[in-house]
């Protein structure tokens, strides 16, 4: 069972930036796909961001278009999350994922193992 824990959520003002760090209990997490998704109050749970096991392929989603950047060493862990230009719709908590086969997916159901989530707050 892979175990995935989220870091580098907090409290940053509009037009700030984030880091957010996606890390694994085992290695095995290096030949997995990862994707980011975000939950704000009242909300289903919204795709960020994900990549390739590799590295070499990206998605985002329209929220994150232009603002955030997904991130990998190659097929290694962690996997980052750099959010700029943050936004307080931005406010949300964010969670990734690891999918055991197949490629990237925007699709929640596609992925394996979850972290608990880290929040982010966008607020002066």
């Known amino acids: 069972q892979v175990q995935l824990v989220e870091s580098g959520g907090g409290l940053v003002l509009p037009g700030g930036s984030l880091t957010l760090s996606c890390t694994a209990s085992?290695?095995?997490?290096?030949?997995?796909?990862v994707g980011w998704f975000r939950q704000a109050p009242g909300k289903e749970r919204e795709f960020v961001a994900a990549?390739?096991?590799?590295?070499?392929?990206?998605h985002y989603g329209d929220s994150a278009k232009g603002r955030f950047t997904i991130a990998r060493d190659n097929a290694k862990i962690p996997v980052s999350l750099q959010m700029n230009s943050l936004k307080p719709e931005d406010t949300a908590v964010y969670y990734c994922?690891?999918?055991?086969?197949?490629?990237?997916?925007?699709?929640?159901?596609?992925?394996?193992?979850w972290g608990q989530g880290t929040q982010v707050t966008v607020s002066s």
């Open positions: 990549i390739s096991w590799d590295g070499t392929s990206t």
């Open positions: 085992e290695r095995a997490l290096t030949i997995y796909a």
């Open positions: 994922a690891a999918r055991r086969r197949g490629d990237w997916s925007t699709q929640t159901l596609d992925y394996d193992y």
